[in-house]
Every structure is written in C-alpha cells, then in structure tokens.
C-alpha cells in the first residue's frame, strides 16, 4: 500500500503558490511550505515602517497563503548565502538588479535541500510558462529543474501539461490529467481557479515581490556599491535602502532623510552609527548623513534638512547635528530654495 | 517545562517569526517563549506563524514600542 507523498511547496504569497500547492493537495498529497527571506522583499517591511501604508492590510501573505491552505509554513533566513546571487549572477541581471533566473535556481535548491533532510518526495512551484520575461520560459524552466538539482522531481502544477512528466506523474503520485497547461502573461486562469477554490482577497502585487525589480531601488543600490567601491551589502544597507529619500548632494555622503513619523523611529535605530541631524526650531525629518563629512558638507545637509521641514518657507531653521563624538550643536541655517537641489541628487 | 525569552527587538518582519521558529524548534513540548519585538507587524506574523503550526498565542502585552508575545509551543510539533 502507497503511504501519502509529501510535497514541500514553494510560497511567496502570492496567487500561483496558493494555487498550486492547493492543486497538489487535492490529489491526496501532504504538502507544507517554504518562504525565503532575503532581505530584499517587498513583503512586510514598507507597510512595518511608513505611517502611510498602514491601511493596507498588516499581513505576511505566504502566512495568510498558508493559513488559507490549512499548512505548515517554514520560513528560511537566507540573507547570507542570498548575496552571492545578487552580486554575482552566472545568468545576469533581469529587470533592473534583479538576478531572477539565478535567485529561482537557487530558492528551488534550497527547497531541493529542504525537501531531502525532512524526507519529502518532491517540490511544487506556481511558475507558469510566459509568465515572466526570464525565469519562466519554456526554455528556462529545464535551467533551473537542472541546475537547482531537483530534476524531475520539480513539478509546476499549472503549467505542468505543457511539460514533460515529472517523476511524481509517471510514477502515479499525481495524476497529470488533474494539472492544468497553463501558459503566457494572462492572468484569467488563475482568477478563475482561485473563484473556483474560494480564494478571495489574495495578495496581487503590482511590482513583484523584490525591490530587486524596482528601478529606483536598483540606483540606490548602484550608488551604495559604487561609492563603497565593491558590490558587498549588509541586511542595514539593504533595509535603510527602502527607507527615506535619499539624496547624494557631494560625492563623499549621502543623506537619508525620513518622509514621515514612521520612517523617522525607523531611522532612530541607527542614530549611533551616523553623523544625524533634525531641526529643532520647526518640525522636520531626522536625517542621517553617510559618509565622511567636513563642515562645509554639515552646512549643506543642514540647508537641505531645513528644506525638508515644516520651516522650508521661514528665513532661518534651527538644525541640531549630533556627531556622535562631540556634544550636540546646533547651527542656524536658510533653507535652500527648491529649485537650487539639482534633480541627480536625488538617487 | 521551562521559559526563553526571545530577543527580536529593531528587527522588522518577518525576522520576528524566524527567531520564533528558531526559538520553538530549540525547545520542548509546553515550553514557554516570550518574544520581545518591535516591530507592529510581529502582533499579526508572529500569531499567524502559531495558528499554522499549532503553538499557543497566551497573551499580547504592548508597552511604548514594545510588543511581548507570549506563546506555549504545542504537545507535537513538527517546525
């Protein structure tokens, strides 16, 4: 007698993971899931620190994924080995610095490893072919069941019967007839199957999952390696990233300035390790300065945390710098006008 | 049965849950975690984490930014 096949699920928290673990488990199948954190996703983090997004429903989605299906979900830090995939893909750069082939070969491998210590039989992902530009192509898909070393036993249960049969369909684990062909950029099928399965309020992020893919992401990111002279990042440098506008007025630093009350406690964590300023006289953003700084350079962040204030229109604006080896001063400054910040100090 | 406290304080989500997880898979069947946190959005994570895999969420304290999550790792687990 067969006992019941276990399947570890790829969940990212979106709709094709949700659908496709759910496919799996109507065959009879045991599935549990895993997400990876690497430090660059979207998920979570804006809406954690940015007063603004906290309309948005406050949820991890691959938790909300999971609870919908009635799994188990094991999310697995791989911030460490993840920075070998950003700084050096073999396959390149999709949109922006995002290494999406290589970043799906590896989370696949790593669901490959999870899958052996924990005696599962084989791994489920949401790819459908034509999906995305690179990562799920006809052609790439053999890529990354190879490459990962999951082989056959990579099954895509939506777009599975436009693929050759994996080792859980020839083997009659699953039945293929029961998988779906799904195949290119639209999204009817999978709404159709999620109306079908009761799915409602499911997480569409417009711009994926990464800040890899965002583009003004991806200068900062440019500008952090370039000034730095070598691509290496820590999980500070890519979370204070995501935080604030960030202007880059000399070469020798670059300023974070917080947008709102939230960014700002966000941005306190880190006062220690920067040179920081904040007007005093008029409410305004805490803002840290990276990089070596002179006088002149404090003159200048301090106009331009002035302009950043409630006191942008007033003549003189109160800014007190703290540089974390001298008592606090304080210096008087004029705003700098609008129109005198150059658009490309802007990152 | 015994008592951890787990640190996950200036870490955003879902660095919370990991250390959870991390925390739970270290100990016993009715073992205690009291999880330190910052982070907000550790109060709807960290007892969806528990929902999914069986552990008890006893009790949600905030003081200023502080959130403590108390939870008793469930009889069987498999995390």
Redesign the interface.
Known sequence: MNSTRKAVALISGGLDSLLAARVVMDQGVHVEGV?F?TGF?V???T???RRQDRTRP???NA??S??QL????????IIEEYKDIVINPKHGYGANLNPCLDCKIFMVGKAHEWMQAHGFDFIITGEVIGQRPMSQRKDTMPVIARDSGAEDRLVRPLCARNLPATLPERAGWLDREKLYGFNGRSRKPQIALAAQYGFRDFAQPAGGCCFLTDRQYAVKLEDLWKTRGSKQYELDDI?LLKVGRHLRPRPNFKMIVGREEGEN?FLE?YRKRFVHMMPVSHNGPLVLLDGAVGSADIELAARLTARFSKGRDADRVTVEVHDNRSPASRIEVAPIPAGEIPPDWYL | MSKHVVDARNLLCPMPVIRTQDAVARSRPGDELRIVCTDPGAVYDVPAWCRVHGHTVRRIDRLDREICIEIVVAQVDAS
């Open positions: 997400n954190y996703c998920e979570g983090h809406h954690a620190i406050r949820r991890n938790l909300w999971a609870e009635g799994i188990r979900l094991h999310i697995l830090d979370m406690h964590g």
